[in-house]
């Protein structure tokens, strides 16, 4: 799988300066000093920063919606056997990377999955053959380019597709060329950022920053990190907030069936719970925290596991790309057999066709990925003995998977949204941050700012 190389490169050159990575204490507690502090989410921007307080001396409690900790982290154990992620996966970038520095503190076993290592297959089911691959690489190399100078050249912003078919001439290029054009798009962009390409700032949707090195996959899931963080919380778990109310210097937050008072919150929720107005705030937000969840987009990335009785597939490659004739369908495969040892294929559909098929039935969804499967290895490949299939988009508790920056966002919205609300109410999350979004280790980053930005207000 291709990422997007423009701007992320250069952000990524020029070095980040990293917090305390561990969470540790930030100060020592003054006399005096000690907080209240209620979370809201106990996801792992959210457990950081408890977990960050709790060591500086605050009173601490987490309430959690779910009747389970981790968030978008999310660790399915219903194969005994084989635990899966249905959330987060990866480690993005290994090298100087706080979530690698935890996983190797609690020697959480992973495996590196290669963005290189890939087949692609035509519309017709054969592997691309050396002029079509090459044909497909000159065209991805083009994209980026006509991106770069759209970036430098814009007076306003445009949608990415826009960019691509005006800087590509779109309109006179051969059908093949679309076709090829069509499915860059969706894995190299919308599969990555999870908003359509028609959704997508042209001029600011690469303008977070990466760390380098491999990207290393969770062998025995990802909640590995966020259980070994939450050792020691105060969690309450199934409490669904619904009011924040701050009034005579106290905060008050009302869940479905409890009230809890405290000096200071902290809102971990994802962009999209925001987006929904679940929860009111009085008073009233002020404009520009509105404004910035109003214009931020929050993405859509899905999975469809699928679990067999033997290999059928070139095991030695971990990705494996198909040039659907419907754009976006069934476009991007990952194989984790070489790393889990088991035969188990992750289709992933993301923006406009992973938001649409959360309507139909799990069958409905296994029957289609089986029909582009057939497709490229045979009517006589098994059917799956299992599958395991996400919505994120229908989820209430994240109304999608991870944000991204929609035509007219710029990334102050991101330093809008992390903005404390006076000296009381607090955000963190994958959303407000605005060097590392739509990452584990972003999120994380977020609930030791604002742990800080916590402990250093009166």
């Not at 305390?20 to 979370?39: C, Y």
């Not at 309430?63 to 005994?80: D, M, N, V």
């Not at 996400?390 to 903005?419: E, H, I, M, N």
Request: some cysteine; hydrophobic content about 40%.
């Amino acid at each position: 799988m291709s990422y997007s190389t423009n701007r992320r490169r250069l952000l990524s050159a020029a070095g980040i300066l990293l917090p305390n990575l561990l969470g540790g204490a930030q100060s020592a507690l003054a006399a005096g000093a000690k907080k209240r502090v209620v979370v809201i989410g106990a996801g792992i921007s959210g457990i950081a920063a408890a977990k960050t307080l709790v060591a500086s001396g605050h009173d601490v409690v987490v309430l959690e919606a779910r009747t389970r900790i981790g968030g978008r982290i999310a660790t399915s154990s219903f194969w005994a056997d084989t635990p899966v992620d249905l959330g987060a996966s990866w480690i993005h970038g290994q090298q100087g990377n706080p979530i690698t520095t935890i996983a190797k503190s609690i020697r959480a076993p992973m495996a590196t999955t290669v963005s290189d290592s890939q087949l692609i297959y035509g519309e017709n089911g054969k592997v691309l053959d050396a002029a079509a691959a090459s044909r497909l690489e000159t065209l991805r190399t083009a994209i980026e380019k006509t991106i770069s100078s759209a970036q430098n050249n814009l007076r306003a912003d445009v949608s990415l597709r826009a960019a691509i078919e005006t800087g590509m001439r779109w309109s006179q290029r051969p059908v093949a060329d679309q076709v090829a054009m069509r499915y860059l798009i969706n894995s190299d962009y919308e599969q990555e950022y999870g908003g359509g390409s028609t959704a997508i700032s042209a001029m600011w949707f690469d303008s977070d920053s990466e760390f380098p090195g491999d990207d290393l996959l969770f062998l025995t899931g990802y909640k590995a990190v966020s259980d070994s963080l939450a050792k020691g919380l105060t969690i309450q778990l199934g409490e669904i907030v619904r009011r924040i109310k701050v009034t005579g210097g106290v905060v008050y937050v009302n869940t479905q069936s409890k009230t809890f008072a405290a000096d200071k919150v902290l809102v971990t929720l994802p962009l999209g719970v925001l987006k929904s107005g679940a929860i009111e705030f009085l008073p009233v937000l002020p404009t520009a925290k509105i404004n910035a969840i109003s214009r931020l987009g929050m993405g859509v990335l899905n999975k469809c596991i699928l679990r067999f009785g033997r290999t059928f597939w070139a095991e030695r490659y971990d990705w494996l790309g198909y040039m659907p004739s419907i754009p976006g369908r069934w476009a991007e495969w990952i194989s984790l057999s070489r790393q889990v040892g088991k035969p188990i294929l992750v289709g992933f559909n993301a923006a406009d066709f992973g938001r649409e098929i959360e309507q139909w039935t799990d069958n409905q969804i296994v029957s289609s990925a089986m029909e582009t499967l057939r497709r490229i290895y045979g009517p006589g490949i098994p059917s799956p003995v299992g599958h395991q299939i996400t919505r994120w988009a229908s989820d209430p508790f994240a109304y999608g998977a991870y944000s991204y920056l929609p035509v007219g966002a710029t990334p102050k919205l991101r330093a809008d949204l992390a903005s404390n609300v006076g000296q009381t109410i607090f955000f963190a999350g994958e959303a407000t941050h605005r060097q590392y979004p739509a990452t584990v280790h972003g999120a994380y980053l977020s609930g030791i700012r604002a742990a800080g930005e916590i402990q250093s207000s009166p």
